[in-house]
Every structure is written in C-alpha cells, then in structure tokens.
C-alpha cells in the first residue's frame, strides 16, 4: 500500500448515499474514483473545497446508468408518464386550488431561494485559501470589565510579539493594523489611498493573497515598502508595472512600490488596497514615545493571523496563549485579558465580536433569518397538504378505481407525490422569478448584507434551487399522498361515506392551528420590534441633537475649519469633539480616586469649551471648562453622576475641586470642575457607567455645528463650499446628529423591516390556505346547506354553522402566540437592552385584530356566499 | 441507432484509455483529459462514457489493485476491444479522408 499518500475521511453521510443508490457491481469503482478525486484535491485546496466537491460528485453520479435498477416491477417508466399527465390535468381542473397553492408555495419558496443563495455564499467565504484550516486568528476575551460583552477580534500588538517569538507548532505570524493609509499626493491630483500595515510573514501566512510582482519574503521587510493591488497600482500610476515606484503618503515619507498582489476576492473577510510594512509602522510609533502601541491592554489596534505547522495542535497553542494571557496580565492590578484562537473559516460566518477587521456576518443572526424563512416555508407546505386532504375526498373515486385496476399502494403513493413534486416545481418557476425581483430589495435593506453578499446566482445554485423544490414537494405531499393510498377500493366504490373514509382529518385541524400560530407570532414580532425602534430614535438621550450637524475632521486643523464655518451666518454655534457619543462608539481607560488599587472604567469624549452648552448638557454643579488653547497639561474634567457614584465623592457640590486620577499615568491628577447630569452617551442598550468630559486641545476629529436654516439645501452649499478651503480633495463628510442616531439603531430598523415582511408573507399564506379551506368546506356541504335553508334556517344560523368551526381554530392560535410572543421578547430578545419598551396590550390586539380581520373577510365571504345560494339550484336534479 | 457512431466526447475518452494503456481508470482518464485538451470534464460524464464504451462493445474492464489514496477501493482498468481499434480507426479514415477532400484553396482563402 502506498503509505505517503494520506487517506482524508470524506464526508460520512455523502458516501452513505452514494452507496445506497449505486449499482452494487459498480459502486467500489466509483466510490474509490471520488476518494482518490478528494484526496488529490485535499493536498491541493484543502479540506473544505474537497469536501464541497466530494459532495457534488455524489449528486452527479446520480444518473441512470450508475442508479440502482428500482423494485422490477411493472409501474416503472410508463406509468410515471401517466402520473404526470394526471397530475397536470388535475392541477387544470382544480384551478383555484392549483393557484392558491402554487402562488403560495412560490412565495415562500423565493424567500428560501434567497436564504439559499445568501447563506451558500456566505459560506464560500475565506475557502479559497488554500491552507485556510492551518490559519488561525488570535481574538481577546476582555474579562476586566464586569459587562459581558462580546470578544475582540483584535489584540495587542505584545500579544502578536510574543506569539511569534515564544509559541511552538507556529510556522508563521502576521501582524496587521488597520490605520495605514492618507492621501499621496501624485503629481497635481491628491489620491487617497488605504490598507492595512502588515508584517513582513504576511505572503507566508495568506500564500493565496498571489503577489503577482515582487519578492513575497521581502515585500514588506523593509521600512517605507509598499505592496499595492493591481487596482490600486492603476489608480495611482494608470500602469500596473509601478514596482519600484514611489508613493508619497505624506509630504515627507515616500513609500517603495515593493510587490503588486491579486486583488483579494470579494468573498474574503478582510480586503485591501494596499499594505505598508509593518516596520515603518513600529519605527515611528517608538519615535512618539507615550503612545500605548505595544501595551497588553490596547487590545484594539493589531489584528494577529497564525498558520499553524502541519501537525501541530490548537490545544497546545491555546495552552500556551493562555500561559502568555497569565503572565501579562499579573503585571496589572485588575486585568483580565485573555487571548484565544479563532479558526479562519470560523470568522465568516461566525460568532459576534467587536471591533472586526472588515465586513461579517453573525452567525446567530443568520440562523435566525434561516429560522423565519423556514417558518414561511412551513405554512406554505401546510397549505398544500391542508387543501390536498380536503380534495382527496373527491378523488377518492379515482383511487378506487385505479386499486379495481391493478393499482399497488406504492403507485397510488407515487402517483400523488409526483403530484405534488410537480407543483412545487411549478411553483419554482415563479419563485425564480420572484426571487430576482426581491434579491436587490434584500441587498438594500442592510449594508452589512450589501457589502458581505452579491447574491451571484450560478448553475450549482439552479441545482440547489430544484432539489430545495423537489424537498419541498415531497414534504408536503407526503401525508396526503400516505392517506389516499390507504383507500379500500371496495369501501370507495360502495359509496361509503366519506367521513368513514377520513377518520383522522384532525391533522387538518393541527396543521391551521400551528398555521396561524406562527403568523401570529409575527405579526406582533413585527410590531413589537417597530415599537422598540421608534422607542430608541425618540428616546431622551439627556441632551440636544436636533440641528447638530456633526462635520468629521479627517486629520485637518480645527481652528481652520472654525474660522471657515463661522462665516457662515445659518450656523450659529461652533463646539469640537473627539468622538460622537451616542452612536455606538466611546473611548475608554481607568480612572482612580485616593485608593491607588481601585480602579474603574472611564468613559469619555474629548471636548472643547463650547459643546457642553452647544448640546444642552444639564451641569449639576460647577462650571464649563475655560477656553485655554495653550494649554499644555491637561488639568480638568467634567464627570458624570456614575463616577461620584463609583468613588463616594457625595453631592455634585462636595465633589468640585476633588481629584481624580485619569489612565495610567500616576502624575496625571485632574481637577472636577464640573458634574454633568447622567446621558446616555453609548445606545440605549447599555447601562450607564462612569463617564467624563476632557479638555486636551488638538486631539478632536469632529466640530460639531448647531444650524439655523429654513433652507437646508442652500445652507449645505454653503457650507460644502466652506469646506473645500479646508480641503479640497475630500468633499464634506457631515450628518445630521438624528440621522447617525438613527443609522445607529438601525439593526432595529432591519429587524423590523424583515420580520414584517416575512409577517406580511406568511400572514397572506395562511389567509390564501384559510380561503381554500373555507372555498371546499362551504362546496362539499352545500346540498346540506340547501336542505337545512328549506327547512327553515336563518342565513346567519348557517354562517355560524360553517365559520364557527373555523374560528374556534383562530381562537385556539392565539391563546397559544400570545404567550409565547410575550415570552420569545420578554426573555430572549429584549433581555439585554438595560432601556426597553414594555410589550403592552396593544401590541397583541393589533396582531390579533389583522388575523381576526382576514379571518372573517376569507371564511364570511365563502360562507356568505353558500348561505345566500337559492336551494332550487343546487337541490334541482336530486 | 445511436450505438452504431462514436460520439466526439466518447472518441476522446476511447483514445485517452489507449493512451494510458493499460492503466486506464476514471480518474486517471478525467486527468489526461485535461491534460491535453485543458476540458475540465467531470468524473460522472467519464463514467457515463464509459459505461456507453463498454455496452456498445468498445472497451472491456477489470478490477485492478486497491491502494490508499482510493480508500482501499479497487481501480477498474479499461482495455480498447479489437472491435474498439476499429471503430477507432474508421473515425480516423473518415476524417481523413474528408480533410483530403477539402480543396487547397480553401486554406488559402481563410489563411490570407
């Protein structure tokens, strides 16, 4: 046996299938033919292409010639030809029945169809690294705090240090961070360039990022290298052949043009358009002395990527991770920083982490939209068995005489499922077609979607597409497919009744009160997250936003932005900020009081003299700061409540004058001038913590402008053309305080937007099932409606005698959702939000009242309808 | 009848299976292929082929040796039968003879 060639276990439920449809006598040929494929391509693309295609080669070799020959019996080719005439020709006669359920199933299907493609994209992401299962990232648990938030993808740059000096089983380390970039200016044009800084292990780590020209060792081993796209090389130089060339990212460093890579595909979690050695990066960070680069605890500036040796283990790195973990963190008082390893395949989609490196998709919420899509699907399949059963009472007869002909069980189950197999594929069709229409409505809702998917539609995707349909036709046709072939020729053709024939239609029952149960539950999930979306946007955040437009900086002089905005007459007040608070984003470090061993978090935005009023910050005591451009050293700070909270400093006025002392350094003792009243300065999803003001001049990157203008467009003018005396290659950056505000609850906003459409979907399912049922219910019984008319009955009598079942129905659905919807946001959803919306009655009459609505339009109407029919006609030829 | 001509793809694979005498076995048959003509056809067409070869008589088959890299499956080795070589051979005489048929001018005219 050839031992140097590795066997790999290919996929387990694959091969199971494989050999259950294979000819027995050909079956080892070709299952040893897919190995020897898989492990060919194991070596060559890794483990997750092979798999991938070892799976796609079992569905290919699902073709007539290597298929098992079936049971011989008579019904094999001709018949199925008969059960396909069948089948149309009964989907022709039963046109409403036909329409309602192929319109449903397409509905729903298209949803699926997305979901399909999303999620098969979503899954191609990072596979085209070829040594993608031996690189793994270094991600940080920061336990420090007591808030369980979630880990950072990022880490220190110690950390990156330390790992590839000290970590056995490691063949390669990168090092990237994301600040690198500015705007080079190339002969008479500024063009702005961006990327990452990377350490000079980055080729050896990514081998499939392919550096088209240039050394991959040496690209980025030097200081003052620069490894650009192809793109990028074109934009700078509009030629490709630019190595050696030289990029002047500012007006006093020239970057070397040192290799020129493949552009990164769409499908990889981070992208780039150039990288700077990591070396220059290091070189002028130890010229700033003071800066925090290299400390344990700035977790968020280096991103760490390993590649594991061929046969090291996980297990012994994670050990020796959380071995350097221990060491550093015992340096410090209180920290609590652990590094752990994530595979690269794991990122995208994956678990929730903060600070990523590019664009993610979390895998929770994945599932959870796979999760509403199926429940749409669901419903669409209950419609189609719902209706089924309802009709095989009149088909009945047709089974009866087809089992007097020499029909087997088998052939009558077959012949219904090809049946329903052939609407669904119908169905498909339209879905396709819905599908393409939906795809870009999706792609819009959610940037994060836009930017991680292009929804490609591809053969293999089709394929997808038609065993989805086929699943999905056999699903729902099986029941009623099981229940027609039970049939007793006899007892049909006797003419027995068919309530004997149909003792367990129950299931009916079941299957609407699970139906409408679901649609319930998202109707008031829509409304519900509706509600907490417009309870954030309208939230007292305990400041001013209205007419604050804030204007992002982008490293140019705040003076010289002041001067040019204050000529214009509309703004009338001017502040600067270093962060936007409320949004999403805050700075932090510790803070301490007398005790030198009790610290705590500080949050802070850095500030000037004017945004305190300019916001309409309530000061509970003390004052403003005092406008001090020259101010070397830092001396004051305004803090919140939480922090006298936190340090027992008593009343906002015993607390003036105390100091505190602020980060690391022990020197850096601040002065409390003022308090300022709590606000919420994170979202509204988290709780208020101790929070201050600064006043340290130049380190702003926002001004912050109140306006005053019953012509907004005009006023933008004006101020865009302020701007580009500040600078002229960028146009102005600014938004409206409400708007950032607003894009910051937006994953409210998406949730809303889809769950209410998935509500809306799958509330017009049910109601299109409800009006099929309540079509059959009001045809079959009315010779009995008829009689009893005659006999005396009241049209209302005989509406209640038809609905009143139906209703009952309704009514048993929502004392199920009600409780359930309560408990689903009660507890899971909202659980985390420290500021949320109490789910009131409202809510649930809303949802209850649409369903109680469309309840009573699809069975009144049918019912009615039978009700108001003269008995003559339809008692004429008895 | 379709068994009586050779496809254009089953030509392909009967000629790869002489090339790889007497190691001719699917994968080894899918990569020659593209090997020589850069198709990328897959493993389920070249068994189908395969299958055709062997009904119409074009192609026998054994069972070879088992080794690691297939999972410890045998290989099924396909040899060209006479009437094969023949079938082959008339392929190439038909061809032949159309291309000697194809006047000079011809290549003249589409080469200037």
């Known amino acids: 046996m050839n031992q140097q060639i590795p066997n790999h276990i290919p996929p387990r439920l694959p091969r199971t299938i494989l050999r259950w449809y294979c000819k027995p006598d050909m079956v080892e040929d070709i299952e040893g033919d897919i190995q020897e494929d898989f492990n060919k391509r194991y070596i060559k693309s890794g483990a997750r292409s092979a798999r991938f295609y070892y799976i796609l080669d079992v569905i290919r070799f699902f073709k007539p010639f290597a298929i098992k020959n079936l049971p011989k019996t008579q019904f094999y080719n001709p018949m199925f030809k008969n ?59 920061n336990l420090t705090t007591q808030h369980s938030r979630p880990p950072f993808a990022s880490t220190s740059g110690l950390a990156g240090k330390r790992i590839s000096s000290e970590i056995p089983g490691i063949e390669a380390t990168v090092m990237l961070n994301k600040r690198f970039g500015g705007d080079a200016q190339m002969g008479d044009k500024t063009i702005h360039l961006g990327g990452f800084w990377a350490s000079k292990d980055f080729f050896k780590v990514f081998p499939s990022f392919e550096l088209l020209q240039g050394n991959p060792q040496m690209a980025l081993a030097d200081p003052y290298s620069i490894v650009l796209t192809e793109e990028a090389a074109l934009k700078m130089f509009g030629t490709t052949a630019s190595m050696g060339k030289s990029i002047p990212l500012t007006p006093t460093e020239n970057y070397k043009v040192t290799g020129i890579v493949k552009k990164p595909p769409h499908n990889s979690h981070f992208t780039f358009e150039s990288l700077g050695s990591m070396i220059t990066h290091e070189n002028k960070t130890k010229l700033n002395a003071g800066t925090s680069y290299s400390s344990w605890r700035n977790f968020t500036s280096h991103y760490v990527y390993v590649l594991l040796e061929e046969k090291a283990s996980t297990g012994l790195v994670s050990q020796e991770l959380n071995r350097i973990s221990e060491e550093e963190n015992s340096k410090f008082e209180n920290a609590s920083i652990n590094l752990e390893l994530q595979a690269m395949l794991d990122i995208t989609p994956g678990p929730e982490l903060v600070n990523n490196i590019g664009k993610t998709m979390n895998a929770d919420r994945l599932w959870m939209l796979g999760g509403l899509t199926l429940i749409v699907m669901l419903s669409a399949g209950f419609n189609y068995t719902n209706l089924s059963i309802a009709r095989s009472l009149r088909r009945a007869k047709e089974v009866g005489a087809r089992k007097v002909v020499g029909a087997s069980k088998t052939q009558i189950f077959l012949q219904f499922i090809v049946e329903s197999v052939v609407t669904s594929l119908i169905a498909l069709i339209f879905a396709i077609l819905i599908f393409y229409i939906i795809r870009p409505e999706f792609l819009n809702i959610d940037p994060q979607i836009q930017e991680a998917t292009q929804l490609l539609t591809s053969p293999s995707l089709f394929s997808y597409f038609v065993i989805f349909a086929v699943f999905v036709g056999l699903m729902a046709g099986i029941f009623p497919s099981v229940l027609l072939s039970k049939l007793q020729a006899i007892q049909v053709l006797k003419g027995a009744n068919s309530t004997r024939l149909f003792k367990r239609l129950n299931m009916k029952k079941v299957l609407l009160v699970v139906q409408f149960t679901l649609s319930l539950i998202f109707i008031i999930s829509a409304t519900i997250s509706f509600k907490q979306y417009r309870y954030a946007l309208e939230f007292d955040l305990g400041f001013e936003t209205d007419n604050v437009l804030n204007v992002s900086l982008h490293g140019h002089d705040d003076d010289k932005a002041i001067n040019t905005f204050s000529t214009i007459p509309e703004v009338t007040a001017i502040s600067r900020s270093a962060i936007i608070p409320s949004v999403g984003s805050r700075f932090g470090t510790i803070v301490k009081y007398d005790d030198p061993l009790d610290s705590a978090t500080l949050h802070y935005n850095i500030i000037d003299e004017n945004y305190v009023p300019l916001m309409g910050h309530e000061l509970l ?86 306006i005053n203008t019953t012509d907004l467009i005009s006023t933008m003018t004006k101020l865009e053309e302020a701007w580009e005396q500040v600078d002229e290659a960028h146009g102005l950056e600014s938004s409206f305080y409400d708007e950032d505000i607003e894009a910051a609850y937006s994953e409210y906003s998406i949730m809303y937007t889809i769950v209410g459409f998935l509500a809306f979907i799958a509330i017009s399912i049910a109601a299109l099932g409800l009006l099929g049922m309540a079509v059959y219910t009001s045809e079959t019984r009315l010779k009995e409606i008829s009689i009893r008319k005659v006999l005396g009955a009241t049209e209302m009598q005989l509406i209640k005698l038809l609905g009143g079942g139906f209703f009952w129905l309704l009514i048993i659905s929502s004392v199920l959702a009600v409780p359930i919807t309560y408990y689903l946001f009660d507890s899971v959803v909202l659980v985390d939000s420290a500021n949320r919306i109490e789910i009131g009655v409202l809510e649930i009459v809303s949802g209850l009242l649409i369903l109680f609505g469309i309840g009573l339009l699809t069975i009144g109407s049918q019912t009615w309808k039978a009700a108001r029919t003269n008995p003559a006609n339809s008692l004429r030829n008895e | 009848m379709k068994g009586t001509n050779l496809g254009e793809f089953q030509e392909l694979v009967l000629l790869t299976i002489g090339s790889l005498h007497p190691e001719a076995y699917g994968v080894a048959i899918k990569e020659e292929i593209y090997a020589h003509t850069n ?51 008339e392929a190439k005489r038909q061809r032949e003879s159309l291309w000697d048929s194809i006047p000079d001018i011809v290549f003249q005219v589409n080469l200037g």
């Open chain 1, 621 to 706: 005591a003390g004052s403003n700061f005092r406008s001090n451009e020259s101010q070397k050293q830092e001396e004051s700070i305004i803090v919140n409540e939480q922090v006298l909270k936190r340090f027992d400093l008593g009343s906002p006025e015993q607390a003036i004058d105390k100091m505190i002392q602020v980060g690391a350094d022990k020197e850096n003792r601040l002065r409390i001038v003022g308090v300022v009243k709590d606000f919420h300065y994170a979202t509204i999803n988290d709780d208020i913590e101790p929070f201050a003001f600064r006043y340290i001049p130049d380190s702003y990157n926002h001004v912050n402008l109140k």
């Open chain 1, 83 to 141: 059960y396909f005439k069948t089948s149309v020709r009964s989907l022709a006669r039963n046109k409403l029945f036909s329409a309602i359920n192929i319109l449903g199933l397409s509905i729903s299907m298209s949803v699926c169809l997305l979901m399909i493609s999303f999620i098969t994209e979503l899954n191609t992401y990072d596979a085209f690294h070829k040594n993608g299962d031996k690189i793994h990232r270094v991600i940080t648990k």
């Open chain 2, 39 to 89: 198709r990328k056809v897959t493993l389920s067409t070249v068994h189908a082929a395969l299958n055709r070869l062997e009904k119409k008589g074009l192609v026998k088959s054994d069972l070879g040796e088992a080794t690691n890299i297939r999972g410890g499956k045998r290989k099924r080795n396909f040899t060209i039968t006479a009437f094969g070589i023949k079938m082959l051979s």
